[in-house]
């Protein structure tokens, strides 16, 4: 085999091989032979099957395969002989006229890591939100607690905003029914947005039993493309009404929460708000490090490890939006949308990587245990958690890089100026409501 580095773009690197013709098939004639072996043919007994047929059955698959093993073993063997980082995955391509009657011609088409230079962050200034806790964030808490288990009760009246209401319609777009227009006891609580406010309008006011036409426009932005800027006829049909009743602040209230006795509810809903509080904080000072980070480093970065990231990141979110129930499995959203989020993650992961490296702040093991400890201690069995995390190479993974990012955000804010400022609770919590 020989192989020749030549330099592409920045990062890019192409590499090419040449393979004897003649090693490649004694590879293939000798996996052939081994596959024979035990080879099941109708007609023939295992073992008896002649070459010509194995060859004919196997043939391409094995040889595939020997020349996916031979670019694989010599790539990797040149790589680690020159010490170089290789960024995501090798592309391997055929030289153009490569098939000659002596040799096979390949080309490895790859991206090494770049050089990260890291600039001062002396002359940034960190701002770090400070708020605390009092009396009425507390009842807030526990008012959005009750509001999580509401439940309804029928009543004879006229449906009227937060009812819940059982109504039956169908919809007819140019004369005809369309997909999604149809339902039968449908539940929907006025006021919260499942429907349009247009049609929601229309339900308010009525009674039992009562029956409505009515037309609705839908604006022409409107995410389903076959009623987006046309008018529908509706039918209607109200078949209940439930007005809300939450549940009262006792004991059953608390123990549906995991607490165990009333008088203990408060200070454990400050205990979580502290902890959730502090939290938010750290994360807006991390990211205000990252961008500090981002703004005063130069690197390229490799379009293979963006291409990585995108990926992972597309699949995050298809798993969450099926788990939903708002997407099928054979869809899938355009890989385009990830790749900004996917390039500063990529270029992050490159620059911490450096940060770590030249300020030798790696990890240690009492650092891992403290972050799950803190994290278990939400759960009813903490100990029990903690045991988990460490029976979850995944998960201890995402722990270290955790910890890796804090040991980075506390080395920035050592370089860094720093100014705290008072914020209100709800700006820091990102509460609108």
Not at 83 to 109: C, H
Not at 306 to 313: F, K, S, V
Request: some cysteine.
């Amino acid at each position: 085999m020989q192989a020749e580095v030549q330099q592409q773009r920045p990062l890019e690197r192409k590499l090419d091989f040449s393979f004897p013709t003649a090693q490649i098939e004694a590879q293939v004639d000798t996996k052939l032979k081994q596959i024979a072996r035990t080879a099941k043919v109708h007609g023939f007994r295992p073992g008896k099957v002649p070459m010509k047929i194995v060859a004919q059955q196997y043939g391409t698959q094995v040889r595939q395969e020997v020349m996916s093993d031979s670019l694989q073993r010599s790539f990797s063997e040149k790589i680690k002989e020159q010490d170089i980082r290789i960024a995501g995955y090798p592309r391997f391509e055929p030289k153009e006229d490569g098939l000659t009657e002596d040799n096979f011609e390949f080309t490895a088409v790859y991206e090494i890591y770049p050089e990260v230079a890291l600039g001062t962050l002396t002359d940034k200034t960190i701002k770090r939100p400070i708020a605390t806790i009092d009396d009425a964030q507390v009842d807030k808490t526990i008012e959005v607690l009750r509001k999580q288990r509401v439940h309804y009760h029928e009543v004879a009246r006229a449906a009227q905003p937060g009812d819940q209401c059982d109504l039956d319609y169908d919809g007819v777009l140019e004369g005809a029914p369309f997909e999604g227009g149809h339902a039968k006891g449908a539940l929907v609580v006025l006021g919260e947005g499942r429907l349009m406010a247009d049609f929601e309008a229309n339900i308010v006011g009525l009674q039992v039993g009562d029956r409505k036409n009515f037309e609705i426009a839908f604006p022409a932005d409107y995410h389903g493309k076959q009623v987006a800027g046309k008018t529908v006829t509706f039918s209607i049909k109200l078949n209940k009404v439930s007005e809300p009743h939450l549940p009262e602040v006792d004991e059953d209230f608390a123990k549906a929460l995991g607490i165990k006795k009333l008088e203990d509810l408060r200070a454990d809903v400050k205990l979580n708000l502290d902890r959730e509080l502090k939290r938010r904080m750290q994360g807006k000072v991390k990211d205000a490090v990252m961008q500090a980070l981002l703004d005063s480093a130069k690197l390229e970065v490799p379009h293979s490890l963006i291409d990585i990231e995108a990926q992972r990141l597309q699949q995050n979110a298809m798993r969450d939006f099926q788990s939903r129930g708002m997407m099928t499995k054979g869809t899938a959203l355009p890989l385009e949308l990830f790749k900004d989020a996917a390039t500063r993650r990529a270029t992050l992961g490159l620059i911490i990587a450096e940060v770590v490296k030249q300020n030798k702040l790696e990890s240690k093991p009492e650092q891992i245990r403290a972050v799950i400890q803190e994290h278990s201690k939400s759960y009813e069995q903490p100990d029990a958690m903690v045991d988990w995390y460490y029976q979850q190479p995944e998960m201890m993974q995402e722990v270290q890089a955790v910890v890796l990012e804090d040991n980075v955000v506390a080395w920035a804010l050592s370089q860094v100026k720093t100014e705290d400022v008072a914020t209100p609770f709800d700006e820091i919590m990102e509460n609108t409501k």
